[in-house]
């Protein structure tokens, strides 16, 4: 039977390489010139860790680092912004979290809206990706076509297709 798994997978790689970016425009940036702003990445927690002296300049540290991620072509909606932490000192931080695999509510939702569209397949969560089989090639093309024009919040990844 034809099967296929619908994930929400960021490469680790290309967000390295968009943070590795990020730094060296912060370095050159004139505006950054002799401030102590960084650019931290967690790859254990998945987590993007800004620092700078005030909000604006947080607010530009922010700007740079979401613009290297969308040109290393990574789906903003993976990212969830936290609010910027701002001590009285004037010190701002503010964290990005990458967000990896479909998590439980959000899985539903997708299994849900495909079984609405009572096509010719079963769909069941395993791990953090949804993987669903059908009798037919075309059946599982169209899910893909439903699941590509519809917005769950999450950006989706289609892999595994085996017939």
């Known amino acids: 039977m034809p099967s296929f798994d619908i994930v929400s997978e960021v490469d680790k790689q290309e967000i ?23 650019i931290e990445l967690n790859v254990k927690d998945s987590k993007i860790e800004m620092k700078a002296e005030d909000a604006s300049r ?3 540290l922010s700007e740079i680092v979401l613009g290297k991620l969308a040109k290393r072509a990574i789906d903003l909606r993976n990212v969830e912004r ?3 932490a701002i001590s009285p000192l004037g010190h701002a931080t ?6 990896q695999g479909l998590d439980g509510d ?15 397949v079963q769909s069941a969560l395993e ?9 037919k090639r075309d059946d599982l093309q169209d899910v893909i076509a439903f699941c590509r024009s519809k917005d ?3 950006g989706l990844a289609f892999e595994n297709f085996r017939d």
């Open 82 to 84: 936290k609010d910027p």
């Open 16 to 38: 390295d390489n968009a943070i590795n970016q990020a730094r060296k425009e912060l370095a050159t940036r004139f505006d950054f010139k002799g401030s102590t702003a960084t």
């Open 106 to 120: 959000k899985a539903k939702e997708i299994v849900k809206a495909i079984k609405a569209q009572e096509l010719k």
């Open 94 to 99: 503010q964290d990005f979290v990458i967000k």
């Open 127 to 135: 791990e953090r990706k949804i993987r669903v089989t059908g009798k």
């Open 58 to 60: 947080l607010k530009g």
């Open 152 to 154: 769950f919040g999450v």
